[in-house]
């Protein structure tokens, strides 16, 4: 039953073509086969079934997978537009028997294995897609679609192809385009033999077996649907024998298969796979779309465009219509595609900004569909569990990138920030912590951004050797992590993620090695880094009810092994330790802020005790004594004046330029607030002035580049009156000492009526007065520090830096 006599039917098609879809459909129907074999893993022929199910949704894809190590899997992607899709549910449909006939899984992930060329790494040739994929073999290959677009004239493929195929009206003989195709791609294999496809000769000689097989049963009834590529070698006449010897001593693997949602972005180019398509939303479109497709498209655009709340209305969308035929018929093109639709689009409704097509590009042209399979696929044992604890927490899962925000107050939430924490442990990144767009401090609120991408299929196969549900697979990883982590600062993050995560099996263990190993390491930056992941845990812990009384004990005594530590550690550091060393300083200080708040009394008053020394010893870094001078001012532990005297030390003569810049960073850098210090205490400023004015010229030129970087974390408004109070001189002491009176807001004393401004304002917030009384309190004006109206450019070296 060939397309011009006896033998069987080849349907040479392009993966992922509605074109070709639509012509294997109307050559089924023509030739009415008894059997219809598809590229395709054999292995998989126990799940063809399912492909009728009214649960199955494509895009989906078939996974194969090693069962020792499931990393080493590959995917054959399908869509509703896919040829080889089309012909599996035509034969379904009318009880026809479907047969996948390409070279089995189990061969070609173990040639995989055993690769060591970028030739032997093509097992799975056009449909069958590795999760491991090297660009190296795309570069190798040859495109028979980019060599036919050239030789008629054409640049680009893709163009071609819709010209050729896709736009193209059905033939009266539906077997004429697959007789085209294969002569061309005859003459191909004939210029170009394997084309650089690595393995396609075993993958062709396993295919004739399979088709002579067939044709043994069903004699001339039988219908083969595969890459156009294909057809010349499977028209080729070689004996059995000669097949056979091809395929014999092939390494074997042991596999399982499963089907597994697949989305349109992963069908893309721009995904990485070869046997991709650019415009796998658009291809969708013409391939559903029942007539005017180009009148239907544009509809879709305009609807895209007004749910963003752009204004795009019926005439756009007319004029649009219009727009593209008419590129279509200057450009001597059957129908417009996408090029011309996004040229109309670009000119009617994007009034020629390229900025809203990247919208429809990702919604639209690609999309993001996300394929579903029914229950009764196979599956590990850890998917179902997944797929359970989804149904029942309410969590789908979607391509369309979403943030979800969760209270931990509320059991459903709580529930399923514990999943979304225990499938990161088992490197299931279905879900990333983000940052709120709502501002919060607390612990009580989570933010997450979820993605499901096809990949994680794989990960949670993989994931199933620790246990057969996501709480006895994460424990298990846990404390598998926990024995194997290197550094101290690792199981310390671990136990955090145990707490996140509600482990409580895993986290004795960890607090185990947590024990063990703080008490052999003596770094104390080791031990500084690991402070303030144990003791956010603690904080963690109280908002999920879990009893952290070992984790606060261990807390505790690294909290005072690191005051031990400190000080001698902080001694003769070079400038990128002492760098370092700060951040670690900070660090410590947030932790002991929060281990005072959760009960564990004492560790501020000692902490306060470690900053006084560091900050008054000569032997430490000026960077890391100014930060200890800065932390205990913020902290209301420096006397009166005693701020001014310390800097007044460190910028004294007999400090060099370098270390006293150093020690400017340190107090007043660093995104802390700095800025703000030096505008309300003149004293501070005056003295970081007199010293910049003193440095000498060579000096000056060395230390610019530090206090540049200090001084230009200010915000813009910080750094203007900065500028203001230098150039009028801070309580009179400036260059302008003769002008009487001090900026506004900057006198030695108290302004009483500009403290009772705020007033009126505080009590509204409160509710404790009306709007009227508001509004009569703030009809007049008030001026405030650095929203004067002079440009206040000071003309000194301060000024210059800030």
């Given at each position: 039953m060939?397309?011009?006599?006896?033998?069987?039917?080849?349907?040479g098609?392009?993966?992922?073509?509605p074109?070709?879809?639509?012509?294997?459909?109307?050559?089924?129907?023509?030739a009415?086969?008894?059997?219809?074999?598809?590229?395709?893993?054999?292995?998989a022929?126990?799940?063809?079934?399912?492909?009728?199910?009214?649960?199955?949704?494509?895009?989906?894809?078939?996974?194969?997978?090693?069962?020792?190590?499931?990393?080493?899997?590959?995917?054959?992607?399908?869509?509703?537009?896919?040829?080889?899709?089309?012909?599996?549910?035509?034969?379904?449909?009318r009880?026809?028997?479907?047969?996948?006939?390409?070279?089995?899984?189990?061969?070609?992930?173990?040639?995989?294995?055993?690769?060591?060329?970028?030739?032997?790494?093509?097992?799975?040739?056009?449909?069958?897609?590795?999760?491991?994929?090297?660009?190296?073999?795309?570069?190798?290959?040859?495109?028979?679609?980019?060599?036919?677009?050239?030789?008629?004239?054409?640049?680009?493929?893709?163009?071609?192809?819709?010209?050729?195929?896709?736009?193209r009206?059905?033939?009266?003989?539906?077997?004429?385009?697959?007789?085209a195709?294969?002569?061309?791609?005859g003459?191909?294999?004939?210029?170009?033999?394997?084309?650089?496809?690595?393995?396609?000769?075993?993958?062709?000689?396993?295919?004739?077996?399979?088709?002579?097989?067939?044709?043994?049963?069903?004699?001339?009834?039988?219908?083969?649907?595969?890459?156009?590529?294909?057809?010349?070698?499977?028209?080729?006449?070689?004996?059995?024998?000669?097949?056979?010897?091809v395929?014999?001593?092939?390494?074997?693997?042991?596999?399982?298969?499963?089907w597994?949602?697949?989305?349109?972005?992963?069908?893309?180019?721009?995904?990485?796979?070869?046997?991709?398509?650019?415009?796998?939303?658009?291809?969708?479109?013409?391939f559903?779309?029942?007539?005017r497709?180009?009148?239907?498209?544009?509809?879709?655009?305009?609807?895209?465009?007004?749910d963003?709340?752009?204004?795009?209305?019926?005439?756009?969308?007319?004029?649009?219509?219009?727009?593209?035929e008419?590129?279509?018929?200057?450009?001597g093109r059957?129908?417009?595609?996408?090029t011309e639709?996004?040229?109309?689009?670009?000119?009617?409704?994007?009034?020629?900004?390229?900025?809203?097509?990247?919208?429809?590009?990702?919604?639209?042209?690609?999309?993001d569909?996300?394929?579903e399979v029914?229950?009764?696929?196979?599956?590990?044992?850890l998917?179902?569990?997944l797929?359970r604890?989804?149904?029942?927490?309410?969590?789908?899962?979607?391509?369309?990138?979403?943030?979800?925000?969760?209270?931990?107050?509320k059991?459903?939430?709580?529930?399923?920030?514990?999943?979304?924490?225990?499938?990161?442990?088992?490197?299931?990144?279905?879900?990333?912590?983000?940052?709120s767009?709502?501002?919060?401090?607390?612990?009580?609120?989570?933010?997450?951004?979820?993605?499901?991408?096809?990949?994680?299929?794989?990960?949670?196969?993989?994931?199933?050797?620790?246990?057969?549900?996501?709480?006895?697979?994460?424990?298990?990883?846990?404390?598998?992590?926990?024995?194997?982590?290197?550094?101290?600062?690792?199981?310390t993050?671990?136990?955090?993620?145990?707490?996140l995560?509600e482990?409580?099996?895993a986290?004795?263990?960890?607090?185990?090695?947590?024990?063990?190993?703080?008490?052999?390491?003596?770094?104390?930056?080791?031990?500084?880094?690991?402070?303030?992941?144990?003791?956010?845990?603690?904080?963690?812990?109280?908002v999920?009810?879990?009893?952290?009384?070992?984790?606060?004990?261990?807390?505790?005594?690294?909290?005072e092994?690191?005051?031990?530590?400190?000080?001698p550690?902080?001694?003769?550091?070079?400038?990128?330790?002492?760098?370092?060393?700060?951040?670690?300083?900070?660090?410590?200080?947030?932790?002991?802020?929060?281990?005072?708040?959760?009960?564990?009394?004492?560790?501020?008053?000692r902490?306060?005790?470690?900053?006084?020394?560091?900050?008054?010893r000569?032997?430490?870094?000026?960077?890391?004594?100014?930060?200890?001078?800065?932390?205990?001012?913020?902290?209301?532990?420096?006397a009166?004046?005693?701020?001014?005297?310390?800097?007044?030390?460190?910028?004294?003569?007999?400090?060099?330029?370098?270390?006293?810049?150093?020690w400017?960073?340190?107090?007043?850098?660093?995104g802390?607030?700095?800025?703000?210090?030096?505008?309300?205490?003149?004293?501070?400023?005056?003295?970081?002035d007199d010293?910049?004015?003193?440095?000498?010229?060579?000096?000056?030129?060395?230390?610019?580049?530090?206090?540049?970087?200090?001084?230009?974390?200010?915000?813009?408004?910080v750094?203007?009156?900065?500028?203001?109070?230098?150039?009028?001189?801070?309580?009179?002491t400036?260059?302008?000492?003769?002008?009487?009176?001090?900026?506004?807001?900057?006198?030695?004393?108290?302004?009483?009526?500009?403290?009772?401004?705020?007033?009126?304002?505080?009590?509204l917030?409160?509710?404790?007065?009306?709007?009227?009384?508001?509004?009569?309190?703030?009809?007049?004006?008030?001026?405030?520090p650095?929203?004067?109206?002079?440009?206040?450019?000071g003309?000194?070296?301060l000024?210059?830096?800030?």
């Amino acid at each position: 039953m060939s397309q011009r006599g006896r033998g069987p039917l080849l349907l040479g098609v392009r993966h992922h073509g509605p074109g070709s879809a639509r012509a294997a459909r109307a050559a089924l129907d023509a030739a009415g086969p008894g059997v219809v074999l598809v590229e395709g893993p054999p292995e998989a022929d126990a799940l063809v079934s399912l492909a009728a199910d009214e649960d199955m949704v494509p895009p989906v894809a078939l996974l194969a997978h090693v069962v020792d190590e499931p990393g080493r899997s590959a995917f054959w992607p399908l869509a509703e537009f896919s040829p080889e899709w089309v012909a599996i549910r035509w034969a379904l449909e009318r009880d026809v028997p479907v047969r996948f006939i390409d070279l089995p899984a189990a061969h070609s992930l173990a040639l995989r294995a055993q690769a060591v060329t970028p030739d032997d790494l093509e097992g799975l040739g056009e449909q069958g897609e590795d999760q491991s994929g090297d660009d190296v073999r795309e570069a190798m290959r040859v495109d028979p679609l980019a060599v036919l677009a050239e030789t008629a004239g054409h640049d680009d493929p893709e163009r071609w192809w819709e010209d050729v195929v896709e736009h193209r009206a059905g033939a009266e003989d539906a077997f004429a385009p697959f007789e085209a195709l294969g002569e061309a791609m005859g003459a191909l294999r004939e210029e170009y033999g394997d084309g650089g496809h690595g393995l396609d000769l075993v993958r062709e000689a396993y295919m004739r077996l399979q088709l002579r097989a067939a044709q043994k049963e069903f004699a001339d009834r039988v219908a083969v649907v595969c890459g156009a590529w294909h057809v010349p070698a499977l028209r080729v006449k070689t004996t059995v024998a000669a097949d056979r010897a091809v395929l014999k001593g092939l390494p074997k693997a042991k596999v399982d298969m499963t089907w597994v949602p697949w989305t349109h972005r992963r069908l893309a180019r721009a995904g990485g796979y070869g046997a991709g398509i650019d415009s796998p939303g658009w291809y969708g479109h013409l391939f559903s779309a029942p007539d005017r497709p180009v009148e239907r498209w544009m509809t879709k655009v305009a609807g895209l465009f007004r749910d963003e709340d752009r204004i795009v209305s019926s005439a756009h969308v007319i004029e649009a219509v219009r727009l593209a035929e008419t590129l279509a018929a200057m450009r001597g093109r059957p129908l417009a595609g996408l090029t011309e639709t996004t040229d109309a689009i670009r000119a009617v409704m994007c009034e020629g900004s390229d900025v809203p097509l990247s919208l429809v590009h990702d919604k639209l042209v690609v999309g993001d569909v996300l394929g579903e399979v029914p229950d009764a696929a196979p599956a590990v044992p850890l998917q179902r569990d997944l797929t359970r604890l989804q149904r029942s927490l309410r969590l789908k899962p979607e391509a369309l990138e979403r943030e979800l925000e969760l209270d931990l107050r509320k059991e459903t939430d709580a529930a399923r920030s514990r999943l979304l924490h225990r499938l990161r442990l088992l490197d299931v990144g279905w879900g990333e912590p983000a940052r709120s767009v709502r501002a919060s401090t607390g612990t009580f609120r989570e933010t997450w951004r979820l993605r499901w991408e096809p990949e994680l299929s794989v990960r949670v196969a993989e994931a199933g050797v620790w246990g057969t549900t996501v709480l006895s697979a994460a424990t298990a990883r846990a404390e598998a992590d926990a024995i194997g982590a290197q550094a101290l600062a690792d199981v310390t993050a671990l136990a955090e993620r145990c707490l996140l995560a509600e482990l409580p099996e895993a986290l004795p263990v960890v607090m185990r090695v947590l024990a063990d190993r703080a008490a052999m390491d003596a770094d104390v930056g080791h031990l500084a880094q690991a402070l303030p992941a144990l003791v956010r845990s603690l904080r963690y812990g109280d908002v999920r009810g879990t009893d952290t009384q070992a984790l606060s004990e261990v807390a505790a005594g690294l909290a005072e092994r690191v005051f031990v530590g400190l000080p001698p550690a902080c001694a003769g550091l070079d400038g990128d330790a002492a760098a370092e060393m700060r951040g670690h300083v900070d660090a410590v200080h947030t932790a002991v802020g929060l281990l005072e708040n959760d009960g564990t009394a004492g560790h501020r008053g000692r902490w306060h005790s470690v900053l006084r020394v560091l900050a008054a010893r000569d032997s430490v870094a000026g960077v890391i004594r100014g930060r200890c001078a800065r932390l205990l001012l913020d902290d209301g532990q420096l006397a009166e004046g005693e701020a001014a005297r310390l800097m007044g030390l460190a910028l004294s003569p007999g400090t060099g330029p370098a270390e006293a810049a150093a020690w400017i960073e340190g107090f007043v850098g660093g995104g802390s607030g700095g800025g703000l210090l030096l505008v309300h205490d003149e004293r501070l400023l005056t003295l970081v002035d007199d010293w910049l004015t003193g440095v000498s010229a060579d000096a000056f030129t060395d230390v610019l580049p530090l206090l540049r970087r200090t001084f230009s974390a200010y915000e813009s408004g910080v750094r203007r009156t900065l500028g203001e109070l230098v150039r009028r001189g801070p309580a009179g002491t400036g260059p302008t000492a003769a002008v009487s009176a001090a900026p506004p807001g900057f006198a030695p004393g108290l302004d009483h009526a500009r403290a009772d401004a705020v007033l009126p304002v505080v009590r509204l917030l409160l509710g404790t007065d009306d709007a009227d009384a508001y509004a009569e309190a703030t009809s007049g004006s008030c001026s405030c520090p650095g929203s004067g109206s002079g440009s206040g450019r000071g003309d000194n070296d301060l000024v210059g830096v800030a």
